[in-house]
């Protein structure tokens, strides 16, 4: 003890700030409750929006501004992820990283948008095995960043979700085995951790196979409540007929639970960065939308970005891809 | 093999040599008898003492020279701890971190002090989350610093104790879980690599709650011989009266373990660097003092700096701060 | 999804172009059947070779050539083993270090030469503690080195064996404590991540104490097949009379599995870099070297440099060294 305490302090009097800055946010703070998400009032809420590309993207293609989010209001969503890319933080350094997800918080709740805060790795947390280096990280390091959020978002509203980690995958055991107690255990300790330092959004736990299967559910969910889970079913992840084999490996599990696909989207063959398992039509666009409005699942489309794939809009005035007049359309047909 | 033989051979000649330096030392090898530390003809020694701040800091004030551990001395203690900062070690780096050891150890030795290791980490070594950045640390890292500390003090009969891991600690979990048989495993992990690396001195394993709290040891103790506990019972870890709960907490393991407080102290709530859980007053110093003496426990008090907080001295000329008026009197009343 | 995609689309091309470059290599593919190595045919293949110093060594001294495996040719070996050390990878870095395995598995394949990677660590893999920082790595290194070689070279038939961990060993709880569960689960998760990834060759698990002593697999032998285990029985591991001792500590496991002593050698008491195991005489590369004619294990000289020791030449123009004599003579008797 001793050396740390004026620092401590220190510490303690910026979270005072941050607590007063964002005291002014207004949105109801959102709850689990049965298997629905639900305001203050308890109704249930279900989300509709999209994922951004990483707002160190954004930033650097002068994107990261009030006009994207005004765009995504007028699209129709009322959720808006952020994928925080472990390497993009490393690089672009933590204190200059929050910055960003400060100013895109502060937006998105002004214009009444909830965010999701996704830390974005794909891989083996066990082994140490990711896709590629912008997904590298750590246990250890994806432990202290949810301390961080925690910190610095728990008493946000409009902060309604924590994505603790995008994508567990072994890739068919090339990135390694991991087994489901394992991936619990992990889980668990990052929701400790989250509520611990006054996270008071809601978890959200990924299936494994890059986030699609949750059938582990049906004999071993995390005995944590108040937390939701996630799938990604992109069109290519079964062949169709899609509800049946949806049922099966997650949509059952809204039965008991949340659940919200953080990630879903289609794009052509013939579409820029066009891949496995994305491609399809609009037909997957009316499958999915109408079997999550059919159980109230929430859902997110991947991506709100021009160069990603499969991507939402194709130039700078945000001009509609093939997906995105799917999907605009859809969120405005909510309202 | 091959290519390192040179390299280990030249190793085996270093550690010769630090062999014969210290071959110089006289003091005692302390050992543990029971629930008693003892000197080589079984005599129970009971240590009071100080700790000192960071050797790094003291050598950046100009204060690490003979003339502190002279201060030490005629202050009264026969005891001082060196709490090495895992981040002031990387920055200064390992061998001429060593460099300040090997002095300190040789000015206390001259002048009959015995000296603590102690590996100044805060946190949980589990999850990865410390207090702050100086704590930073990681089980790899501390292990190759126990292996390193054994190999070059192991002989050395100045070094009495090392202490594992300062102060273990999730903080209400905002570091994350950590469970007393991990804890455990960590520490019998420590003390293998220390004894097999030729540690001849005493292991000290601190309790959890930031080095309180001793209770596991009512079902769970170390399955290891010759080992010693730690709690640091800062005044406003509980409330007055006080001995009731430090027997409940730590005290009663002296039934079985030698304990001995490697933190301690107070200051009043006007000092400079007052904080929770030190502020205080003298009524603290009497009975922590009485508790420990009746029982013939260890303590050392926090800390012999002039900055660092709560301080004993109060400028270059040693002046004692208001806990080390007390304590300064108490050490001599030992002799 | 989506930014990842185009790079991965270049990784799979990159490793096209490997594969169509790998499928000039003729060698046959080397498997396990019972407890031997056999080609394509069924026949059993008995390696008897010798291991390289560390190709950046070799490449720092003008000796990364094809001559280099001519001379390894003209000595009678039909096995070379690369000892990659982790650091030397690092330094040289990952992209570049591969180029120097590209050229010396093509320079082998072409004269018919099998390869060994091994990955040349000497320490605890769950301490983190290694007896030079030569040697220092991670599990999460090593997982990925052994994914990056599978996907290069898992289709390549010269590539016959990958040495997972060259040396476990506690250095007498020096390196900390290491149990046989925890040594198998690791390389079971190294051989799940190089078959996932493609590698079609044969991994090697080494015995404990400095890959010496394989007597667990009396009552635990790993739940893979096609595997071999390794050990390196250098003359002073165990007192003459040998024979006895060999087949208590490592022999036994013929009974059962491919055997392959990926290191072994001898040198005169006078000869440079003599050091502990390693000093004996030519007796104990008649008794090593019979002991595995009759029972048909493979074996591998340490080592194929003018510098480290055990040396098997003196100069650049490979002379041999008193075991190179001994070696070269053994080796082209078998032809
Ligand atoms: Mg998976
Ligand atoms: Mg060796
Ligand atoms: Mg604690
Ligand atoms: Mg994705
Ligand atoms: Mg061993």
Redesign the interface.
Known sequence: ?????????LACTSLLSFSTILAQQSLDRITVKGNSFVNQKGDTIVFRGMSS??PD?LKNDGLWTKQYFEEIKDWGANLVRFPVHPKRVRDRGLQEYLKLLDDGIKWAGELGIYVVIDWHS?GNLY???Y??D??DT????T??FW?TIAQRYGKNTTVAFYEIFNEPT????????LDWDSWKAFNK?AI??I???GGEGIPLVAGFNWAYDLTPLKFSPLDIEGIGYVSHP?PQKRAKPWEEKWTRDWGFAKNNYPIILT?MGFCGPEDP?A?VP?ISDESYGTAITQYCDQRQISYVV??F?MD???NMYTDKKFTPSRQGKFFKQKFNSYQ
Chains 1, 2, 3 share one sequence.
């Open positions: 003890m001793g050396l740390h305490l004026k620092l401590f302090v590309s990483d993207k794909i082994t140490g095995i896709l590629l912008i997904y750590t246990q250890k390091e432990f202290n301390r072994t890739d068919q055991n090339r990135f390694g085995a300790q400790t951790i509520r611990a330092n992109y990630e960065g891949h994305v991947w991506v970005d990603w794939a499969p």
